[in-house]
Nanobody, 121 residues
Framework: QVQLVESGGGLVQPGGSLRLSCAAK????????MGWYRQAPGRQRELVAM???????NYAESVKGRFTITRDNSMNKVFLQMNSLKPEDTAVYYC???????????????WGQGTQVTVSP
């Protein structure tokens, strides 16, 4: 069973920075895409950023130029560097791993448990 373990959330003032980390653990597997979604109270979960195993990235328009997603394929980790944070970035941030292949034949998506990011004076 693959598990995604997140860390790095917290409280930060507007204009500040945070770095989220997510590690995929649990035996032998490969992952196509990894990334981050977020969900604010009363809103649907939305894409923040995704990165493919080959390094192709996709960002939400609202975070372009402020957030940077990177990935360490050898460690099955994904990172989200968040700069110039705004109050509207406040949400629970979820790590996602897409098309995780677990031999011999399992292909699934996995979610982390979520980490709270609060941007407030």
């Amino acid at each position: 069973q693959v598990q995604l373990v997140e860390s790095g959330g917290g409280l930060v003032q507007p204009g500040g920075s945070l770095r989220l980390s997510c590690a995929a653990k649990g035996g032998l597997f490969t992952i196509d895409d990894m990334g981050w979604y977020r969900q604010a109270p009363g809103r649907q979960r939305e894409l923040v950023a995704m990165i493919s195993v080959g390094g192709n990235v996709n960002y939400a328009e609202s975070v372009k130029g402020r957030f940077t997603i990177t990935r360490d394929n050898s460690m099955n980790k994904v990172f989200l560097q968040m700069n110039s944070l705004k109050p509207e970035d406040t949400a629970v941030y979820y790590c996602k791993a897409e098309n995780v292949y677990v031999p011999p034949s399992s292909h699934s998506d996995y979610w982390g448990q979520g980490t709270q990011v609060t941007v407030s004076p």
